[in-house]
């Protein structure tokens, strides 16, 4: 069956790096795009970034431009995202989630259980 | 960016009421929107994509219309299981924003 597991979170310094990773199976990872998306404690949902299929095409929410990056590892069927200089409102759940598009977006049907980031010194 | 309304933030009704929940974007986005139910600690789940299609094992009684810049999700009977909170999200151009999300309480 479809899976996505996230790891990687945990308790960060201000200013200070981590790395998320997402571990996909059950299907052809290749073939999708995929997003990170956030939610910090008791509030809504934020998209952060997307790849397409073969990560050659990604974007990002301007929150976190020129900070995260979001790659893929097709051949490990495994999406990561590399978050520099942590800020105490980057402090929320991360989920990863599968889009039924390879190529643009028509929906995340599939998503992780999400790992929380907490950013505070 | 496009921003996504919605409001209110919060609706009280009886299981078995016919529910509306409406979306607004900022700007014309065709029908490149997509509904998500999220309960406390979970993961969101999609329900509908591309405005008016069912995600397959959502059950009927969910629906969604509109186009434009003006879209609803309906609810035809409540469920217990349906109090939940309801997200919008367009996916016409990135960043793919959500509303601040609509939440479903029992009256």
């Known amino acids: 069956q479809v899976q996505v597991v996230e790891s990687g979170g945990g308790v960060v310094l201000p200013g200070r790096s981590l790395r998320l990773s997402c571990a996909a199976s059950?299907?052809?990872?290749?073939?999708?795009?995929f997003h990170w998306v956030r939610q910090a404690p008791g509030k809504g949902l934020e998209w952060v970034a997307v790849t397409w299929y073969d990560g050659s095409i990604k974007d990002y929410a301007e929150s976190v431009k020129g900070r995260f990056t979001i790659s893929r590892d097709n051949s490990r069927n495994t999406l990561y995202l590399q978050m520099n200089s942590l800020r105490a409102e980057d402090t929320a759940v991360y989920y990863c989630?599968?889009?039924?598009?390879?190529?643009?977006?028509?929906?995340?049907?599939?998503w992780g259980q999400g790992t929380l980031v907490t950013v505070s010194s | 960016d496009i921003q996504m309304t919605q409001s209110p933030s919060a609706l009280s009704a009886f299981a078995g009421d016919r529910v509306t929940i409406p979306c607004r974007a900022s700007k014309n986005i065709i029908n490149h929107l997509n509904w998500y139910q999220q309960k406390a600690g979970k993961a969101p789940k999609l329900l509908i994509y591309?405005?008016?299609t069912l995600q397959s094992g959502v059950p009927s009684r969910f629906s969604g219309s509109g186009s434009g810049t003006d879209f609803t999700l309906t609810i035809s009977s409540l469920q217990p299981e349906d109090f939940a909170t309801y997200y919008c999200?367009?996916?016409?151009?990135?960043?793919?924003?959500f509303g601040q999300g609509t939440k479903l309480e029992t009256k």
């Open positions: 591309a405005a008016s």
């Open positions: 059950g299907f052809a990872f290749s073939n999708y795009g």
């Open positions: 989630a599968r889009d039924r598009g390879s190529n643009s977006p028509r929906g995340m049907d599939f």
């Open positions: 999200q367009q996916t016409y151009s990135a960043p793919y924003t």
